[in-house]
């Protein structure tokens, strides 16, 4: 063998089947462009990963993103990842492991962090509620539909304003690079609407229906499944979005009406044990501090109910662990937590209110953000110690807000 850098394909792939931790692959992929190839080409499945945020980019690199390990070690560690062309775009989210990102023209792109593979999706300007898209309008590039009282009127948008205002939320069906009937949907515009498509489709398609704003998304059991702001949650399989050019959702379940509701967001996770939750994020407006998160309560589907409610809030997680923000949610167990002496039955939230960058917010934008303790009568709350420049906690602008990803090295199985 010449040198390390020629060593044979099927050996490299033994050694990083045999890794234990995300970390370590991290480091692997990292030795060199030979070895990263090789190991977006050859591999199935790596260990499993752990959590990572990802922070606000640093506009003097427009090729490298800082994502954040949060229980790795005492304290966490950094990971300066290469993401092509990140500076003047903006990451809206994740899912399965894939980066959402909206660029100043009308592209959508998946971008996986760990090998560089990216994916797109239908252009923005494909979207219902788009009227027309003319790159020679200065300023007014785009052409958009609003609501108008009952009614809806047309209004000229920018580019940078689109790349904020359109899409809300962006939730995959599975990882694109393992199947080919990869679904994608979206919560976007003024009213929070539903939109799907297939991985390799021109156009977004809209859902039927007369339905209320959505908070949430999620796909579960072969069924896209979203949840409105008022807790009605409705239900779309995959075949309806392959099969018909405007597919139809249907009602699934309400939360208990003697539920009342305030100042919050709904959030859809699938449990560690694959059960499907609701979990309501109150929020408090204060003069002082313009908002922010108060309590948590949890609901899970009870499937064998024969009542007409099928939700029951819960008052512990066990030692499962939630993640929630603009990122599709997740939950993991603590047991994968062990290097790190993290203990389940908490929410980990970042903060998803995008509109917060407007007006008299913009000064506290993104900050909203945190851990809570469903165990706890007291301290239920702590911060997250993110190594940022000036960041001690407190209440100050974190823009873009971090993302939660879940890394997933899976890649292509072509040999």
């Given at each position: 063998m010449d040198s390390w850098i020629n060593l044979n394909e099927d050996l490299l792939e033994e050694i990083v089947l045999r890794l234990g931790?995300?970390?370590?692959?991290?480091?692997?992929?990292?030795?060199?462009?030979?070895?990263q190839s090789i190991l977006s080409k050859r591999l199935k499945n790596l260990p499993t990963t752990l959590p990572c945020l990802m922070l606000p980019y640093d506009k003097k690199d427009?090729?490298?993103?800082?994502?954040?390990?949060?229980?790795?070690?005492?304290?966490?560690?950094?990971?300066?990842?290469?993401?092509?062309?990140?500076?003047?775009?903006?990451?809206?989210g994740s899912s399965k492991g894939w980066l959402v990102r909206l660029e100043d023209g009308p592209s959508i792109r998946l971008i996986n962090p760990l090998t560089s593979?990216?994916?797109?999706?239908?252009?923005?300007?494909?979207?219902?509620?788009?009227?027309?898209?003319?790159?020679?309008?200065?300023?007014?590039?785009?052409?958009?539909?609003?609501?108008y009282y009952e009614s809806y009127l047309n209004f000229p948008i920018s580019l940078a304003k689109m790349k904020h205002k359109l899409i809300h939320k962006v939730v995959l069906s599975s990882s694109p690079i393992t199947d080919n009937n990869?679904?994608?949907?979206?919560?976007?515009?003024?009213?929070?609407?539903?939109?799907?498509?297939?991985?390799?489709?021109?156009?977004?398609k809209s859902i039927e229906g007369e339905w209320n704003p959505f908070e949430d998304v999620m796909h579960y059991d072969g069924k896209f499944y979203a949840v409105d702001y008022q807790g009605m949650v409705i239900v779309l399989p995959d075949e309806e979005i392959e099969a018909k050019s405007a597919p139809k959702a249907e009602h699934f379940a309400r939360l208990p009406s003697e539920y009342?509701?305030?100042?919050?967001?709904?959030?859809?996770?699938?449990?560690?044990?694959?059960?499907?939750?609701?979990?309501?994020?109150?929020?408090?407006?204060?003069?002082s501090k313009f908002y922010e998160t108060v309590d948590f309560k949890i609901f899970k589907l009870n499937k064998n109910s024969e009542t007409k409610s099928r939700w029951c809030e819960v008052e512990t997680l066990g030692e499962q662990v939630?993640?929630?923000?603009?990122?599709?949610?997740?939950?993991?167990?603590?047991?994968?937590?062990?290097?790190?002496?993290r203990k389940g039955n908490c929410i980990y939230f970042t903060d998803d209110d995008?509109?917060?960058?407007?007006?008299?917010?913009?000064?506290v934008a993104g900050s909203d953000l945190g851990v809570f303790y469903l165990n706890r009568e007291?301290?239920?709350?702590?911060?997250?110690?993110?190594?940022?420049?000036?960041?001690?906690?407190?209440?100050?602008?974190?823009?873009p807000p971090p993302i939660w990803l879940m890394p997933n090295p899976i890649v292509t199985t072509n040999p």
């Open positions: 931790s995300f970390n370590d692959y991290l480091r692997l992929s990292l030795v060199c462009k030979v070895w427009d090729t490298h993103c800082d994502f954040f390990s949060i229980f790795t070690g005492e304290g966490g560690k950094v990971y300066n990842l290469q993401v092509p062309e990140a500076l003047n775009t903006l990451c809206i593979i990216q994916f797109e999706l239908p252009p923005i300007y494909t979207f219902p509620n788009v009227l027309e898209y003319c790159p020679e309008r200065t300023g007014e590039e785009y052409t958009i539909q609003m609501a990869c679904f994608a949907m979206a919560i976007y515009g003024d009213r929070f609407k539903l939109a799907c498509c297939r991985l390799g489709d021109d156009r977004w009342k509701f305030s100042l919050h967001k709904l959030y859809l996770v699938i449990s560690c044990d694959g059960e499907l939750l609701i979990v309501d994020r109150d929020i408090e407006e204060t003069q939630l993640f929630l923000g603009i990122n599709e949610s997740f939950s993991i167990s603590s047991h994968h937590l062990v290097q790190c002496s995008y509109e917060s960058q407007d007006h008299l917010r913009q000064n007291k301290t239920r709350f702590q911060t997250l110690p993110l190594p940022l420049q000036g960041y001690n906690g407190r209440r100050k602008r974190i823009w």
